[in-house]
């Protein structure tokens, strides 16, 4: 476990590397690096949970040792003047804040979580659009959810703050426009529909990247700019007084736990070891429980009923949660505990936590017999149904229909994170390999032939080799199949903190919360 964590704070380590070698740049043009404007907005001290820190992984170049995870993007939930926002800022340091292959699905996400937990939303814009050489039309038609995402935040009542620290251009010009405070910074701040190339190629015209569409223009001409800064660290303090002014959270008061927060009796240093790299190797969920939950505390739902399913109640950090898991593959009674407890945690609206480790639902004669698809069913349309926040983590295998069960990312859960050795697939490899190998066999037989033993193992070969690369949590949560990985001891403060949106989500007034975010 140790290694994999290493694997990836080595890989979020060549990312910053990566931006902070255009320091000398940002320098001489007296700006601040990305990650030194995000530290600035941010408050001191404060937590800030970075988002989707492995996004766009290989996807920018195959090669493991050269591509640079993150997709040019900087995205967290952090406290700002005492108000907690989504930030969402460009990686300039980085081919020049160029949109990166997984760069739309992050900020898409980062979009959906600030309107689904009421956070505003504080952009640090300085990109340089779209790749050309890399065009692809997809890209340029879901592109437009982005700004049409900007102005459902703000039609929801979740203020939009923008700095824009350099170029906002073309399409990305939006991203500047549809915002409800905007911050730019003299000599730096560039936003036009057309550049200086484009406009004089399409209409002959010359001017300047400043005559066009500078600081000093919009704040004093076309009205774009509400706020004219003289630098970088300028136009962060001015973002902070807007966020302080604007009294966000007045009037509501912080949610109190019903009890006091105890630390759990067993340490959560040990969850290095308990679960098995091997996600065929047995585990018994409820040790990972012991080490995240108030005094290693929990109390069991069904317990003696579909055991291979865990439900129970437990408090974080002095909250109750209700937390459902898995010691194995699910079958029918499993299903039908598991409906039952989520239908409960909604009654009393409880947010339910999905600790994933299964294999997926139980197959077999007597499982279809006993109505595994129609219990399995059920709890897929109670996890669907929920009224409570639900929060998933990827602790080990994650497969088949088990993953949508246990509320995969495909069932919309509130925040999703994984553990460095979690998997992903509809099923393993070798199982995978082996129904393939039987389906080729028999067809071959059908039509007389004796099937070519070197041919099998070979098909078999490559379909192992095909799910075993994407299974890895380093390919999936490249894909944005989480909001990121997690270091497992990390687990209880990621789930407290988490825990605090949702709660903090639920007592601020409805400002017009109908919309939903949509994606690509």
Known sequence: MLAQIDRMRNLEARTRKASAASKPRFEKRHQLLPRERVALLLDPGTPFIELSTLAGYLMD???PEKSTPGAGVIAGIG?????????????SGIDAGALQPMGLAKQLRAQELALENKLPYVQLVESAGANLMNYRVEDFVHGGSMFRNLARLS?????VVTVTHGSSTAGGAYQTGLSDYIVMVRDRTRAFLAGP??????????????????????????????YLAEDDRHAIAIARDIVAGLDWDAGIPAPAP??????????????LGVMPQDHKRPVDMKQVIARIVDDSDFLEFGERYGGATVCGHARIEGFAVGIITNNGPIDPAG?????????????SETPIIYLNNTTGY????????????????????AVTSATVPQITIYCGASFGAGNYGMCGRGFHPRFCFSWPNAKTAVMGGEQAAGTMAIVTAAAA????IEPDAEKLQALQDRIINIFDSQMSVFATSSRLLDDGVIDPRDTRAVLAEVLSICREAEARTPRRMQFSVARP
């Not at 004089?200 to 700019?225: D, F, P, Q, R």
């Open 335 to 347: 299903a039908n505990k598991a409906t039952h407890f989520i239908q409960a945690c909604c009654q």
């Open 155 to 159: 039609a929801a009542g979740l203020p």
């Open 445 to 448: 037989k059908r039509k007389g």
């Open 61 to 63: 170049s195959t090669d």
């Open 258 to 271: 019903e009890r006091a927060p105890v630390p759990p009796k067993l340490d959560p240093e040990e969850l």
């Open 197 to 226: 190339p484009l406009l004089k190629a399409a209409t002959g015209e010359v001017a300047t990247e400043e005559e066009l569409g500078g600081a000093l223009m919009h704040t004093t001409i076309s009205g774009l700019g509400d």
């Open 79 to 91: 406290f700002v003047s005492g108000v907690r926002v989504m930030i969402n800022a460009s990686d």
């Open 362 to 381: 139980m197959v077999g004669r007597a499982y279809e017999e006993a109505g595994m698809i129609k219990h399995g069913s059920k709890m897929i349309q």
